[in-house]
């Protein structure tokens, strides 16, 4: 079995295990898939395993920017994962995965994000899950009124945004997510976003501080994302929505876990939000550590054992200092808590040692290892984007 960087000659076998892997694709989807692959062939961001001339796997890395703490870093989401049918069960899967992380890291990202169709795969390879995919079902006309006698909002600004609006957007977004200390949701690359800005089904408007993005459901609305830096920017948005209401009864939205908007609504009681899980992986410990964002009330200095079967660079003894808001991992020495990589994942991504304790991802240590830990990583992950 060889593993090689596949090439625009091998998207024919591609999209066909593809199939195999995940259903039918319409021949439209196909062309926006070819349109959305196409580039990433010859940044060697899409490897395969073959069998002599037969692809027998595939593993896909997206480049995107993923905010920590309100810091942007560098993060390889892995997508389009499969094994071709009759060679499943053989250890390819595990095979691709490993190929997956070494390229990861040699394309510079510090960490990477999946969404898993399964977990033993994953968790057995470092991924841990870390965040969620939040889905709520509100009503259109309790939208529509949000912004209602309130002077600020209709006096924001909104602009409807076509392809060339992407890196206006793009700069929006790090605005946004550094001013609210978001951590997990993701940036594409502007060639992508141009792509999804040309869609003329998805109705996109900007503001200075804020972005929504939605479209038609059948006779409802789904919101691809909603997101403002002020109270003023996030009613405007969502009362935009829900000008929608006449014909739409209800707005299927993806929201931040604490979104304002569920602070907003004049009435909430029992609500259903649907989660999709995402699995999160250090891929360059120290330089994960560097670049993610930290309270700025917060210090710590604990020394902390890892063990990475897969990548070895990140085992070790790690000294990990926060202050200021930043934080730095050297080669240390002494009593700590040991994780495997998972475990220092799903810690990084803010799941309590509490948690970590009693799975088994992390043993040793003290319960003032724990609490530092804790209230240095402590975040609640989200992504507004699926891949
Ligand atoms: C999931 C998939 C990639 C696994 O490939 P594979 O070559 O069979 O995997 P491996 O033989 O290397 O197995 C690796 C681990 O995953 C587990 N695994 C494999 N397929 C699984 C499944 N369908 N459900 C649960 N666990 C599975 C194996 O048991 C093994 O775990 P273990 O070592 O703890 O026993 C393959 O079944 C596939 O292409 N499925 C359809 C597409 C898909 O779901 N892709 C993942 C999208 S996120």
Not at 243 to 266: C, G, Y
Not at 322 to 337: E, I, L, Q, R
Not at 367 to 385: N, R, V, W
Request: charged content about 25%; proline content about 5%.
């Amino acid at each position: 079995m060889d593993i090689r960087d596949l090439t625009a000659d091998d998207l024919d076998a591609v999209l066909d295990i593809r199939k195999r892997a995940f259903g039918p694709i319409s021949s439209g989807n196909a062309d926006i898939w070819r349109q959305m692959v196409g580039p990433l062939l010859s940044e060697g961001r899409y490897i395969g395993v073959l069998d002599g001339p037969r692809l027998v796997a595939t593993s896909r890395i997206n480049a995107y920017t993923q905010w920590w703490h309100g810091r942007p870093l560098s993060m390889g989401g892995v997508a389009g994962v499969t094994v071709a049918p009759e060679d499943r069960g053989r250890g390819i899967g595990r095979t691709i995965m490993r190929a997956t992380i070494e390229r990861a890291a040699e394309l510079g990202h510090v960490a990477s994000a999946l969404y898993p169709a399964t977990t033993p795969l994953y968790r057995g390879m470092g991924w841990e899950h870390a965040g969620g995919l939040n889905k709520i079902t509100l009503p259109t006309e309790a939208l529509r009124t949000l912004a209602a006698g309130d002077a600020r909002a209709a006096g924001v600004k909104l602009r409807r945004m076509g392809p060339d609006d992407a890196p206006e957007l793009m700069a929006t977004m790090a605005r946004v997510y550094a001013l609210t200390r978001a951590s997990g949701p993701l940036c594409y690359d502007e060639r992508t976003w141009r792509l999804w800005l040309a869609d003329d089904d998805d109705f996109c408007y900007i503001a200075d501080d804020g972005f929504v993005i939605y479209r038609w459901s059948g006779r409802d609305i789904e919101v691809d994302g909603c997101v403002a830096g002020s109270e003023a920017t996030t009613r405007a948005l969502w009362s935009l929505v829900g000008t929608a209401s006449s014909v739409a009864k209800s707005v299927t939205a993806v929201i931040e876990p604490n979104d304002p908007v569920l602070w907003l609504l004049r009435e909430r009681s029992n609500e259903e939000i649907r989660q999709t899980r995402w699995m999160f992986r250090l891929i360059d410990l120290p330089a994960a550590v560097a670049r993610r964002g930290f309270p700025s009330g917060v210090s710590l200095d604990t020394v902390v054992h890892v063990e990475d079967p897969q990548r070895p660079a990140n085992s070790g003894s790690w000294r990990l200092e926060v202050s200021s808001g930043s934080g730095t991992a050297t080669a240390g020495s002494g009593d700590g808590p040991t994780f495997t990589v998972g475990g220092l994942s799903a810690l990084f991504a803010g799941v309590p040692t509490a948690t970590l304790r009693r799975t088994g991802l992390v043993t040793g240590g003290s319960a003032e290892d724990d609490e530092a830990l804790d209230s240095a990583f402590h975040c609640t992950p989200y992504m507004i984007d699926y891949f």
